[in-house]
């Protein structure tokens, strides 16, 4: 029967995630802290001698001008993913969990690839279903990518992995230190460069950014899981990056350049450090994160797709989102209100932020 984690069970519950190969960040207690907006519990399955055998982390928050809720659960379960009657025992805890909160739909991406048919036939009979509009997602409009580039860094030295990059790769990392670029980690002081920074990035590739206060959260609450790299030109700040270490991995989670010194090649050089960082921790995996799945040269963004490519990892393919409906009404009318407010959202920030980058560059 499964349990919900109490907070005399936090440090049990956190040596079993970050000891587990499916273990991720986003599954810790630090991550709801991080996210402090949503409700943050865990949920465990024990095995016959008393010991964790699966865990799912779930955020919870309501829906404006709704009595409902949404419960969602990033990259879990935490488990054998093959084990079925360990995942049916913590999804029978997420439908104890929804009938308290009120919620009409759990929503669940694990960290499991698209072709693993055995973990798709388990999360349908367990009644989850895998949406039409989860299988048709190309690019970012998922909660979390479903494409990525992964390393296996596991017992590699640095001179093996350089050798394997792209030779275009190595290129434009020894490019940026003939250039003079230096990377340093950073405390919170550089917030303000990188958040100005990453401001600059989105405006240019049309996204929407997060302010200086989600990460200065992060770096609050996840401690030394987390370091801001950044990258320097004649003492200039010019790019940096985000990164999340937790068990066996390392994962780049946020990064941002500046259009005027994208020639010396910063980002090169960031990305080798954070890999870097990787073999310090003697991880397993380091995580690139987001690529779009339409890899055709005229998408736009192709050029995101070849420079985590040029640095020789694995082209993975997520399995998706998994959808548990408990009010299909609630759900429809969320989804459609919810697809035209970030249209809505992106047009209204990249109206209202581009003259701020304007005024900056004028400034310098």
């Known amino acids: ?63 404006p001008y709704l009595p409902y809720t949404i419960m969602y659960s990033p990259r879990g379960p935490v488990c054998d993913i093959h084990d079925k009657a360990v995942i049916a025992d913590l999804l029978s805890g997420v439908r104890d969990l929804a ?126 899981n987390v370091r801001l790299y950044m990258a320097f030109l004649d003492g200039k700040p010019i790019s940096g990056t985000l990164a999340s270490h937790f068990g066996d991995k390392v994962w780049y989670m946020y990064g941002a350049s500046s259009n005027e010194y994208r020639n010396v090649m910063p980002n090169y050089l960031l990305q080798w450090h954070m890999i870097k960082w990787a073999l310090e921790e003697k991880c397993r995996i380091y995580d690139f994160r987001g690529v779009s799945g339409d890899i055709s040269e005229d998408n736009p963004l192709y050029g995101l797709y070849r420079f985590k490519k040029g640095f020789n990892g694995d082209f993975c393919e997520f399995v998706g989102e998994f959808d548990m409906v408990f009010r299909p009404a609630v759900a429809l009318a969320v989804k459609h209100g919810g697809s035209a407010f970030k249209k809505l959202r992106r047009a209204v920030f990249l109206r209202k932020n581009r003259g701020k980058v304007q005024s900056s560059s004028k400034d310098e």
């Open 99 to 224: 009938k308290t909160y009120k919620a009409y739909v759990f929503k669940i991406d694990p960290d499991v690839l698209s072709d693993d048919t055995e973990f798709i036939k388990i999360m349908t009979e367990l009644g989850l279903t895998l949406p039409n509009s989860s299988q048709n997602v190309k690019n970012f409009e998922a909660i979390q990518p479903r494409y990525v580039f992964r390393l296996n860094v596991e017992g590699k030295s640095e001179e093996e992995l350089m050798d394997s990059f792209h030779s275009k790769t190595r290129y434009n990392i020894r490019l940026a230190e003939r250039k003079g670029v230096t990377v340093k980690i950073c405390g919170k002081e550089m917030l303000p460069d990188f958040s100005r920074i990453m401001l600059e990035t989105g405006l240019r590739d049309g996204f929407v950014t997060r302010p200086q206060a989600y990460f200065e959260k992060m770096m609050d609450k996840m401690g030394d």
């Open 1 to 63: 029967m499964s349990e919900l984690v109490r907070p005399d069970m936090i440090s049990e519950y956190e040596n079993f995630i970050s000891s587990h190969k499916k273990g991720h960040f986003m599954q810790s207690c630090m991550w709801g802290d991080v996210k402090s907006d949503w409700k943050w519990d865990a949920v465990i399955s024990r095995s016959k001698s008393g010991d964790i055998a699966g865990s799912m982390a779930l955020l919870t928050r309501k829906i």
